[in-house]
């Protein structure tokens, strides 16, 4: 049981020195709560949406479950919320909300392990996206793409979408996903054993969490700092012997 909710704390956001074991149950149950709470608050939106012929309202409510679903990792409803959303938005000739239903989808996909789906799904959000000018949507997908194609071991197809979400990124001015963006180039480079871009890169995400006062991601920087150069002097050691 302690396991469980230890897991359960780390996902809702909470340290498991700060809180004890009965605190870990109440966010649990407080999580619960407010899950069936948006569930049916969105089935009531529906309902009435539907009710009045309102298209538009019906697909937001759709894409709201959706969102509700993916949350409680519930995939496979969240995916056909979504996919309804979609169905609707395509109806309606709404482009914008068609982009954001392809983007969420490719997320729900993506963490359903279907990833040549949630591929197709980025790269339908990332189209829509450049039609409408939406540079926000169309950087989000470079960056998502970024991450299926690094867990895939494409590394240089990784580096060109978070190269791309983060010049996406510099143009609007989005420093928060900036950072994201060169801590995901650290992480391919990495993987692809280019230590001095990985520690480069992994330097400057640091840099936007400190301007941020981003304490979580500078942890996570500074321990992939960390392990960056330790794997560049092991390589260094191995070549010299």
């Known amino acids: ?25 109440e966010a649990l149950d407080k999580h619960e ?23 538009a309202a019906e697909g937001d409510a759709y894409f709201n479950l959706g969102i509700a679903y993916d949350s409680h990792s519930d995939f496979p409803k969240a995916i056909e919320c979504y996919e ?18 392809y983007l969420n989808l490719g997320i729900a996909y993506n963490s ?35 991450n299926i194609y690094k867990s895939q071991g494409d590394f240089p197809k ?13 143009e609007v001015g989005d420093r928060a996903r900036e950072g994201d963006a060169y801590f995901g180039l650290g992480n391919a480079y990495i993987s692809h054993t280019n230590f001095p871009k990985a520690i480069e890169c992994y330097e ?20 992939s700092i960390g392990c960056a150069y330790k794997s560049h002097s092991d390589r260094d050691r191995k070549s010299v012997v």
């Open 1 to 25: 049981m302690k396991k469980i909710i230890k897991i359960i704390a780390n996902q809702l956001g909470y340290r498991e020195a700060s809180f004890p074991l009965s605190s870990f149950r």
């Open 84 to 101: 309804k959303s979609l169905n609707i938005a395509r109806e309606a000739s709404d482009r914008a909300r068609e982009g954001d239903a």
């Open 112 to 146: 359903h392990s279907n990833f040549p789906k949630a591929i197709e799904c980025y790269e339908n959000s990332l189209s829509i996206a450049r039609e409408a000018g939406d540079r926000g949507v169309e950087g989000e997908a470079y960056f998502n793409l970024g």
């Open 158 to 170: 990784a580096i060109e979408c978070y190269e791309k979400s983060f010049n996406n990124a510099r």
């Open 33 to 55: 709560k407010e899950f069936s709470e948006a569930i049916e608050f969105y089935k009531k939106n529906l309902d009435i949406a539907r009710e009045a012929g309102d298209s």
């Open 204 to 223: 400057k995400s640091l840099n936007i969490a400190r301007e941020a006062g981003d304490r979580a991601r500078e942890r996570s920087v500074f321990f």
